[in-house]
């Protein structure tokens, strides 16, 4: 139904607050590039309205380290643009500091938590090779 995939690759030694809480931050980033991917409010029974969702599922993944590195150069070489989240970025408290500790890394020493990416189905499926459904 849908010519793209939006995939996102955790790392599999998260602990679950950490999946979460870079689950919705890699989800932001690609809303932020991909504002189309955002359909139309939600109405309940009594016509109250509810922020509106994706207009297509979201494959969530699982990875180790490496095949996170080999998933993020892959994205590059193909030029997608990917959303990524680095593990020093928890201890930061702001999108400011975010950014400067990620800053400090690039795509052979970052030490990943979480990639995400959106493009067509089976550039994706080749992107991200090598990682496993998140169980």
């Known amino acids: 139904?849908?010519?793209t995939k939006i995939v996102?690759?955790?790392?599999?030694?998260?602990a679950t607050?950490?999946?979460l809480n870079v689950t919705a931050f890699l989800t932001s980033g690609l809303i932020a590039q991909h504002?189309?991917?955002i359909g139309e409010p939600y109405k309940d029974a009594a016509g109250r309205v509810y922020n509106p969702m994706a207009i297509q599922p979201v494959v969530v993944l699982?990875?180790?380290?490496?095949?996170?590195?080999?998933?993020?150069?892959?994205?590059?070489?193909?030029?997608?643009?990917?959303?990524?989240?680095?593990e020093e970025m928890f201890a930061t408290g702001h999108d400011a500091a975010n950014r400067e500790v990620f800053s400090r890394f690039n795509p052979m020493d970052a030490k990943?938590?979480?990639?995400?990416?959106?493009?067509?189905?089976?550039?994706?499926?080749?992107?991200?090779?090598g990682a496993k459904m998140h169980p």
């Open 62 to 86: 699982a990875a180790d380290q490496e095949t996170l590195r080999k998933i993020h150069l892959r994205s590059i070489d193909r030029g997608i643009v990917p959303s990524a989240y680095v």
């Open 8 to 14: 996102i690759v955790l790392r599999d030694d998260l």
């Open 112 to 129: 990943l938590a979480g990639i995400a990416l959106r493009a067509e189905k089976k550039s994706a499926d080749k992107i991200t090779k």
């Open 1 to 3: 139904m849908f010519e």
């Open 35 to 37: 504002p189309a991917i």
């Open 17 to 19: 607050w950490q999946k």
